[in-house]
């Protein structure tokens, strides 16, 4: 199994009580903090406003975090988990990628889906396409994206982007860049992943992993792709502790602070996200649920630890028992 962590950058309210000016350094501690251990790689989210709520409180920009990192670590992979294929133009995209990969020296990671956060849409003056407009979207500019780094031009006359012999250049050091379909919409999300995916991300509970990936085989069988190229991922979050009860103190906690941001039911409903999830317990319990995961072919975890800008505790004990057992 490979690791993945988020670096905390506000969208989850994670980075409050830090004043903004500090922000940065918090961020790109613990992105080296990464780079020097045995992570394989570090995320961020493509968001604009807060979660569970729009709040004033930061929310620092995915691609302009993914540039930084590329140019502060060594050895890590690099990815946002995901890109709204439709805040940006996909040729644009295309050589913004490219260039941070070239930064990076070939460690970007191409995470991209649909989109979903209509508040953020709409503020942003985007509107909000029917879900079905956004997943065309989606698949016309994987194509874009993918013409643009293997052969260093792109031309397609879709639907919603048009381009005319775009060029791309400088290419991605590699001549491509991975891309990462994220989301398990079955009906379209899973059978653009089977057509262009080197590796997928959707639900990583044990029932909801298992039923999107026979989807998922479905799709590939349909295309002619091999169901077994495509890694399969999935995010989770985290919360670690020796005992029950700490774990319980550490959910009630962090239940608090959300709702000292937002309001208490909002707070309250997200934390369905984390109490009862499979990288929510003692270390022990946190592997047991893993590996039953691993051995259904989730061979690719990117864990979210919600306090790690405060108290790397949590991070410490995931690394010395959780991640070890894993390998």
Known sequence: M????????????????????????????LAGRADESGWDSIWVYDHFHTVPMPTDEATHEAWTLVSAFAATTSRVAIGQMCTAMSYRNPMYL??????????????????????????EWRAYGYGFPSAGERLARLDEGVQIMKQAWETGRATLQGKHYQVDDAICAPRPEAGRIPLWIAGGGERKTLRIAAKYADFTNFDGTPEGFAHKSSVLQQ???????????????????????????????????????????????????????????????????????????????????????????????????????????LR
């Open 2 to 29: 490979r690791f993945g962590m988020f670096i905390p950058q506000g969208w989850r309210l994670d980075l409050t009580g830090i004043a903004p000016a500090d922000q940065w350094s918090v961020m790109s501690g």
């Open 94 to 119: 295309a050589k913004v990628a490219a260039t941070a990969d070239l930064i990076s020296g070939g460690r970007v990671q191409m995470g991209i889906g649909g989109g979903w956060y209509e508040h």
């Open 219 to 325: 799709h590939c069988a349909d295309v002619g792709r091999d169901y077994d190229a495509i890694v399969r991922s999935a995010n989770y979050n985290v919360i670690v502790a020796e005992t029950e009860d700490e774990v319980q103190r550490r959910l009630d906690a962090l239940e608090a602070h959300l709702a000292e941001h937002v309001h208490p039911e909002a707070a309250k409903a997200t934390m369905g996200a984390f109490r009862g999830m499979p990288a929510v317990g003692t270390p022990e319990q946190v592997v047991e649920n893993l590996t039953a995961l691993v051995d259904q072919g989730m061979s690719y975890g990117i864990f979210y630890f919600p306090d790690i800008a405060h108290d790397t505790g949590s991070l410490e004990l995931f690394e010395q028992q959780v991640m070890p057992a």
